[in-house]
């Protein structure tokens, strides 16, 4: 078992609380202890246990997100305990516990997290069991979808002989906010200036692009976009929207809709066609619109649904 403290919290004297209980944790009951820091608010401090880097969002994504272990034990989706109102990801300053390389439960400093740390070092295993975290077994660290995706991006798919430098692969992207009547301006992202400052790599370029586009993703959708749409448009109609697995743009006038799936199917075929048309009303932004299917290599691939594919110009992306 590990102890775990997304740093640095915004205040001074309660991120040296943390540490200070963390190594008192450690030297009186031998348990292991980690510190994230996310943000380097403070300067460092002697402290006895492992010590990494993060960006916020790398370690959200790693850590809280789609994890049913920790939702269970905190009680609500780690999307609703850990983002702001308007959706940003907010886990500076949280403590958690983590066995078997997952996050098992977690709480803000301010909010009992130091509390817990006190508790343990009083009583050890019994502040855990006080407070019900029951462990689960390991979230896995990805499912197909996350395996094919990394494939492609490794791959450089689609059009391969694009440089990577004019392209951008995004993930889980919403569309039929035309056709469900829900304006533009109800939609548009409220982005947060200083986001793009505090990124870097792929995921900044991702953020940049959304921004640029005002392309929704799923993250965004969920964890502040629907909630409004809820109050304007009642609950039902942002319940109909749908989501496109992988866009990947080619500079600014080509975007690709992409299916990850276990093989070809005539699921993925009819998705995408409806994808392509939602896609083009809700950003039409695009000279050219272009559709994949993307599928592990050495898969059989049924003939009938190659023809349809070709029909209907989807390319088939398999990759290894």
């Known amino acids: ?47 006895r246990g492992e010590i990494a880097e ?13 994890n049913r272990v920790l939702s269970r034990n905190i009680g609500r989706p780690p999307s609703k305990g850990f983002k702001t109102g308007s959706g940003y990801i907010s886990i500076t300053g949280v403590v958690g516990v983590v066995m078997d390389n997952t996050l098992q439960w977690a709480k ?16 050890g295993f019994k502040a855990i069991e006080d407070r019900g975290i029951k462990f689960g077994e390991k979230v896995p660290k ?5 395996e094919l995706f990394g494939l492609l991006v490794r791959n450089n798919l689609p059009e391969k002989e694009t440089s990577r430098e004019n ?17 533009r301006n109800d939609r548009k992202i409220e982005h947060g200036k200083n986001i793009a400052s505090k990124l870097e790599g792929n995921v900044k370029k991702a953020y940049e692009t959304m921004c640029k586009f005002d392309l929704v993703d ?48 005539e699921k993925a075929i009819g998705q995408l066609l409806v994808y392509k048309d939602l896609f083009e009303e809700d950003y039409p932004f695009f000279d050219k619109v272009k559709l994949g299917v993307v599928i592990k290599a050495d ?8 023809r349809s594919c070709k029909k209907y110009n989807i390319e088939v992306f398999e990759v290894k």
């Open 218 to 265: 799923k993250i965004y959708y969920r964890g502040y976009l629907q909630e409004y749409l809820s109050s304007r448009y009642g609950f039902g109609r942002p319940l109909m929207v749908l989501f496109i697995d992988y866009v990947a743009l080619m500079g600014e006038k080509i975007a690709w809709l992409m299916e990850g799936k276990e093989k070809l199917n």
């Open 167 to 183: 392209k951008c692969w995004l993930r889980e992207i919403v569309v039929g906010f035309n056709a469900l009547g829900i304006k």
């Open 299 to 306: 898969t059989i691939i049924n003939p009938i649904l190659l």
């Open 1 to 47: 078992m590990k102890l775990k403290y997304y740093g640095d919290a915004y205040d001074k004297d309660e991120h040296e609380r943390i540490i200070s209980l963390l190594n008192g944790i450690n030297e009186k009951w031998g348990t292991t202890v980690e510190i994230i820091r996310l943000k380097k608010r403070h300067e460092a401090l002697n402290f």
């Open 54 to 66: 993060n960006s916020e969002i790398e370690a959200y994504n790693r850590d809280f997100r789609n």
């Open 108 to 123: 803000e400093s301010y909010l009992g997290g130091i509390e817990f740390l006190e508790d343990f070092q009083r009583s």
């Open 142 to 146: 990805g499912d197909l979808h996350d």
